[in-house]
């Protein structure tokens, strides 16, 4: 990609702010209770699922079959954890560097979008004061199918009238990278290389990094 990209579209948890460790946090207690192990390995292939395929996974673990009353418990017990932590979050909580990033974008006319899976994206973004950032977000209140599906970034682009080929997508996980590059997208990981292989690229922080940087390594 030489030219600047039509649109960029941005997952939250663990690229504009850190509450992945909030979701670990949350979901060890959970299987701490079940008495399931449940260590960082396993976490980083929850990242980027949604809150049932996150059960599911750690229910598969501790080979446990419950009934839907029972899960749909526990997932608000993890829920409650979580926003107990979200609860308090301020803008001091947003990634350094990522906000210069979107509005570097955005003064140079690069459409921004949300691609997340987490139904509790609106409150963060809300907390951190940044919802204005975004033409679109959508969000795990308003698609179907989780990442690695590329559902939730295929939804972005075509609210922000971008064809894949020309959307960059920013993502910290495994299932989120697998889904952009899915839809056909070029995909910046946040995170380790070695973790996010399929990534075109990858980046350990948005410090210093611009849209200059961004069309140098991808093209
Ligand atoms: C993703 C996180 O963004 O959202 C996952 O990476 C999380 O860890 C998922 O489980 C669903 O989040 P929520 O807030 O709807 O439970
Ligand atoms: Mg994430």
């Known amino acids: 990609m030489s030219d600047k990209p039509q649109a960029c579209i941005f997952d939250l948890d663990g690229v504009i702010v850190d509450t992945a460790r909030y979701h670990f946090s949350a979901w060890s207690e959970l299987a701490n209770e079940l008495v399931i192990p449940f260590n960082e390995e396993d976490n980083e292939q929850l990242k980027g699922l949604s809150r049932i395929d996150s059960l599911e996974f750690i229910l598969r673990k501790g080979s446990l079959v419950l009934d839907n009353h029972t899960k749909v418990r526990l ?23 990522v906000l210069e990033f979107i509005d570097e974008l955005r003064a140079e006319g690069v459409r921004i979008g949300l ?32 990442k690695p599906d590329p559902e939730v970034f295929l939804t972005g682009a075509q609210a922000l009238g971008a064809q894949p080929e020309n959307t960059v997508v920013f993502e910290d996980a495994v299932s989120g990278v697998k889904a952009g590059k899915a839809g056909g997208f070029r995909v910046v990981g946040v995170g ?3 973790v996010l292989s399929e990534a075109d690229f990858t980046i350990s922080s948005f410090e210093g990094f611009s849209l200059q940087e961004l069309l140098s390594r991808l093209s």
């Open 75 to 97: 997932m608000d017990r993890k829920n409650d954890r979580y926003l107990s932590h979200v609860k308090t979050m301020t803008p001091a909580e947003l990634f350094p560097g």
């Open 115 to 146: 691609g997340s899976s987490s139904r509790n994206a609106p409150l963060i973004l809300d907390l951190c004061c940044i919802t204005d950032r975004f033409e679109t977000v959508v969000d795990g209140n308003s698609i179907t199918l989780s």
């Open 192 to 194: 380790s290389p070695e």
